[in-house]
């Protein structure tokens, strides 16, 4: 979402700061990188991982967020460091289009996965079967990269976001003092307000409403687990009993959504600062400082660095699917299996994916207790536990 990303100080950066610059600049860039192509690999490589619905918008809001990292960035960071644009006008508003196109795209993506999880945590089995057909999967993946069009390539190009401001751009587009020119990207109001509502509020608001409903169930499930526990459980080491069941689902869903809200808090860290000066800017007659702008759009791009490690590494089936990738194969990294004695066994399903309950077997006349098994398996046919 560039905005005014060149820095104009007439003193530069010192050795030291550029040193420094360059040097955090780059790992943000292969950090992106390598995050959302392990994402994208391991999906790929997985055929349990492609099952899952909730990975089609992790695997579109990695490629999302690859090429922010590829398309995006490395310009940003080369204007950024050298202090003016080089690459041409036309190449300005084709870089400044993808930018608007690309992280809106992203925020959208986030959008989607926050609904998804609404249903799969707060509603039925059926319900989110109903919601989450693959028709609607598509209509929403799709609508994640189309609606951004309409505010990134097609206003700029047109030039809608500068009208009525064309001379303040003009005029901060020519860096007198080292004679040379910036990739300018200023907004009027109302393309401001648009841009920023579609891109970050909207998303925003229905991302807060899906995770408060993912609170309000966890909190509900954490007082349920407490009339569990001060109830006590029959001692019954045969087969699991469906209070513990219940126990095992809730708590589940009580850890998840203590993972949304972290992933809530850094959406709100990463882009609100943003879009709230995008919006503040043009009322305060431009006076928001460049360096600050600078920050803020930074602090957005991280965003696209850290969506692998908190919709992806925070899964135990994908931290596996890594581990197999980085270790070339390793057999220990595989899913396990249980061989001989075929037990009874229970499943649920969370955010899509179905894990095998722990349960306490007699074997051989000696109590044996498995731990939950992340076996993911195709959430509409439950035939088989492992």
């Not at 979402?1 to 003193?11: D, F, G, K, L, Y």
């Not at 940003?76 to 690459?87: N, P, R, S, T």
């Not at 809106?104 to 089995?125: E, G, K, M, N, V």
């Not at 925070?314 to 890594?322: I, M």
Request: proline content about 4%.
């Amino acid at each position: 979402m560039a905005h005014n990303i060149n820095v104009t100080s007439n003193e530069g950066y010192g050795v030291a700061a550029r040193i420094v610059l360059i040097s955090f600049i780059s790992a943000v860039i292969l950090m992106t990188i390598l995050g959302n192509l392990l994402v994208m690999v391991a999906v790929c490589r997985d055929r349990q991982l492609r099952k899952i619905k909730t990975n089609y918008f992790i695997v579109s809001l990695a490629f999302a967020d690859l090429l922010v990292s590829v398309l995006v960035m490395p310009f940003g960071a080369i204007e950024l460091v050298q202090e003016k644009w080089i690459y041409g006008e036309m190449f300005c508003l084709v870089r400044t289009s993808l930018d608007v196109l690309l992280t809106t795209a992203s925020i959208l993506h986030l959008c989607c996965i926050s609904l998804d999880r609404y249903y799969a945590i707060c509603c039925q089995p059926l319900v989110y079967r109903n919601k989450m057909t693959p028709l609607r999967i598509t209509l929403m993946l799709s609508g994640c990269w189309i609606i951004p069009t309409f505010i990134s390539f097609l206003p700029i190009m047109q030039g809608w976001n500068s009208i009525g401001i064309l001379d303040l751009i003009e005029t901060r587009k020519y860096n007198k003092s080292s004679n040379s020119t910036n990739c300018i990207f200023m907004v009027n109001k109302p393309y401001a307000i648009t841009c920023s509502v579609v891109a970050f509020y909207i998303p925003f608001f229905l991302m807060v409403l899906a995770y408060y409903r993912i609170y309000i169930t966890a909190r509900e499930h954490a007082r349920q687990i407490g009339v569990l526990q001060r109830a006590g459980a029959p001692a019954d080491h045969r087969h699991q009993h469906p209070d513990q069941h219940t126990t095992h689902r809730m708590k589940t869903e009580t850890k998840a959504a203590k993972t949304l809200c972290i992933i809530m808090g850094c959406f709100c860290l990463c882009w609100a600062p943003f879009f709230i000066t995008n919006v503040v800017d043009p009322f305060i007659n431009y006076s928001v400082p460049v360096e600050l702008w600078t920050a803020f759009l930074w602090l957005g791009y991280i965003n696209s660095g850290l969506n692998p490690f908190l919709y992806a590494f925070l899964n135990k089936s994908f931290r596996r699917a890594f581990l197999i990738i980085l270790c070339c194969g390793d057999e220990k990294y595989r899913r396990p299996s249980i061989l001989g004695q075929t037990v009874p066994c229970s499943t649920t399903t969370i955010n899509g994916s179905t894990h095998v309950l722990r349960y306490t077997v007699l074997y051989n006349g000696h109590q044996q207790e498995h731990d939950t098994l992340p076996i993911h398996i195709d959430p509409e046919s439950q035939e088989s536990c492992f």
